[in-house]
């Protein structure tokens, strides 16, 4: 099996995996859901302290030096415990990877999926939100303070349309992590609404938006059920 990536093939063995950046051809027969289940048991390995694809990333640099070729766009939080590519361990050209506080969509943001995407050939939207996020308590508690005031509004109206019995506060992390959550359905949506170049490549069966919850306390990436059913 050399030459295979533990990305590329999610049923391959940890002990198979090699250091080199995805090819062209190892992402392009990759479908959407492929490289879901691949993330997930990218977590697995990482929950079990088995990370191969960041034990060579000197080698990757120099095989994706000349172009990239990566299976995914991860749209997710500033949160400095949350980082996409270490907790699915993901080598480098593996997935691109935005970051903004509260994963939302903005006019830039989606201009950088699109380019992903369109441009660059990702087939998996991911948006991750993660548990007791700073970005969702500030929109909880409508902090005001500078850019973050505008930040913090875009997360608003996911604080609204969530529906919970119990404490609406940022001192209720069931309440925190359940707007998280509800934040990460309203992105995806919006993703899908408001980008009709990705829409397109929906259609077409190209690309899938896929939604996820990071736990902070276990570790696990939670993929949303209809990830892989839609
Ligand atoms: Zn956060």
Redesign the pocket.
């Known amino acids: 099996m050399a030459g295979a990536v533990t990305l590329v093939s999610p049923v391959l063995s940890v002990e198979s995996a090699s250091a080199a950046a995805l090819t062209k051809a190892e992402r392009d027969r990759m479908t959407p859901d492929d490289i879901i289940q691949a993330m997930k048991l990218g977590n697995e390995r990482f929950r079990r302290g088995q990370r191969t694809r960041q034990e060579e990333y000197l080698a990757q640099q120099r095989a994706s030096a000349k172009g990239q070729y990566p299976a995914a766009v991860i749209l997710s939080?500033?949160?400095s415990r949350?980082p996409a590519e270490m907790i699915m361990d993901l080598g480098i050209g593996d997935v691109f990877n935005a970051r903004v506080?509260?994963?939302i969509a903005n006019d830039d943001i989606l201009g950088s999926i699109e380019f992903a995407c369109q441009v660059a050939g990702a087939k998996v939207i991911l948006v991750m939100?993660?548990t007791a996020?700073?970005?969702?308590k500030g929109a909880i508690d409508r902090v005001q303070l500078g850019n973050l005031t505008g930040l913090l509004a875009k997360i608003q109206p996911a604080v609204d349309a969530t529906s919970y019995q119990g404490e609406r506060s940022a001192k209720n992390y069931a309440f925190v992590d359940a707007v998280a959550r509800k934040n990460v359905e309203l992105t995806m949506a919006e993703i899908h609404s408001r980008s009709a170049v990705i829409g397109a490549l929906e259609t077409k069966g190209t690309v899938k938006i896929a939604g996820a919850m990071y736990n902070l306390e276990t570790a696990e990436v939670g993929f949303f059920p209809t990830a892989s059913k839609q």
Do not use: Q
């Open positions: 939080c500033i949160d949350a506080a509260g994963n939100g993660h996020c700073g970005a969702i």
